[in-house]
């Protein structure tokens, strides 16, 4: 399989709006947003699983972020609102291809990650 290649993110002040995408290969059973900030463990940010649409979120992202996908172009999105300081990391998206049991919001499972596309937030 391909890597997942993403796009987006950027600079933007507290309170402002960024969205980052990820053109993925295939047809995933799952494809979630991870991020990890400096000097702190990656975390599940938000989870779309391709056949049903069911959309998994983190108590952080809930609310703020939104994960959605479109099929016809391979490519998934979060659109990410509200942003406060403490949302700042690299944020990676990854693909899981066989349903393994895992809760969406581990990594374990996910075989294929994006690149890494920072998301900085000013106070």
């Known amino acids: 399989q391909v890597q997942p290649v993403q796009s987006g993110g950027g600079s933007v002040q507290a309170g402002g709006s960024l969205r980052v995408s990820c053109v993925v290969s295939?047809?995933?059973?799952?494809v979630a947003w991870f991020r990890q900030a400096p000097g702190k463990e990656r975390e599940g940010v938000a989870c779309?699983?391709?056949?049903?649409?069911?959309?998994i979120y983190s108590d952080s992202a809930q609310g703020r972020f939104t994960i959605s996908q479109v099929k016809s172009n391979n490519t998934v999105y979060l659109q990410m609102n509200s942003l406060k300081f403490e949302d700042t990391a690299m944020y990676f998206c990854?693909?899981?291809?066989?349903?393994?049991?895992?809760?969406?919001?581990?990594?374990?499972?996910?075989?294929?990650w994006g690149q890494g596309t920072q998301v900085t937030v000013s106070s």
């Open positions: 295939g047809e995933p059973y799952r």
């Open positions: 990854a693909v899981q291809r066989e349903r393994d049991g895992s809760t969406c919001l581990l990594s374990r499972g996910y075989v294929d």
């Open positions: 779309v699983y391709r056949g049903s649409n069911n959309k």
